[in-house]
């Protein structure tokens, strides 16, 4: 079993649409939690951290659930702009300080 | 600012072939990383270097080599290149390198290499 896994999709929503990922991670001592973007042929860039509480930030919500290990990224108000490859990204609980990857989900947003 | 810059953006090589993969960032970051993406695999680390003067493998190190030139600089060496190091190789900084803590990573637009 991959330690972080994530539907690769594609995702097709029409712009205005509300969508969702989620993102399941293998081990439960994890505790940092992050979604990162990636454009085509781009590099990835931090989109926001999970906190335990939740979190948003504007049109974007992340969350975290512990018990079941998953964490999600909801999107509200989609906007072509978002097309892009969302990496769900787990620091490694073994203590390494590493950032381990997802695959990415990728989303594309219609007109 | 340039943040991090990657050279070469493209390059082919043949088996056998050795190559350097230069990295740079300007942001006077303590911490650099070295990640290969692969189709259908998240990014997977090679190597990081915590602070300067120093270097330890990541998950997947075999085939590699790294130098932590300075601050700045951390290059990547494949000294016999196979084909199974076609990919797109990604520098990263970020601020400082913690076991319990993240710092936000900040990535180099990618070398992507193909080896014949």
């Known amino acids: 079993r991959k330690e972080v896994e994530q539907d690769p999709g594609p995702f097709n929503v029409p712009e205005g649409a509300t969508v969702a990922f989620n993102c399941t991670y293998s081990n439960s001592a994890s505790q940092s939690f992050f979604w990162y973007r990636q454009d085509c042929r781009k590099e990835p860039k931090l989109l926001m951290s999970v906190y335990s509480s939740g979190n948003e930030d504007g049109r974007f919500t992340a969350q975290l659930n512990r018990a079941s290990q998953y964490i999600s990224l909801l999107i509200r108000d989609s906007k072509l702009s978002d097309s892009a490859t969302y990496l769900c990204?787990?620091?490694?609980?073994?203590?390494?300080?590493?950032?381990?990857f997802g695959q990415g989900t990728t989303l594309q947003v219609k007109p | 600012n340039a943040g991090v810059t990657q050279t070469p953006k493209f390059q082919v090589l043949k088996t056998g072939q050795s190559m350097t993969l230069q990295c740079a960032q300007d942001m006077n970051h303590n911490s650099m990383y070295w990640y290969r993406q692969d189709p259908g695999m998240g990014l997977r680390l090679i190597y990081y270097?915590?602070?300067?003067?120093?270097?330890d493998k990541g998950e997947v190190p075999n085939g590699y080599n790294v130098s932590r030139l300075n601050k700045r600089e951390f290059s990547l060496r494949l000294e016999s290149a196979a084909p199974s190091q076609t990919s797109v190789y990604f520098c990263?900084?970020?601020?400082?390198?913690?076991?319990?803590?993240?710092?936000?990573?900040?990535f180099g637009p990618g070398t992507r290499l193909t080896v014949t």
């Open positions: 270097s915590a602070s300067e003067g120093t270097t």
């Open positions: 990263a900084s970020s601020e400082a390198w913690d076991r319990t803590l993240t710092y936000e990573q900040y």
């Open positions: 990204v787990v620091l490694d609980s073994g203590n390494t300080g590493k950032l381990i």
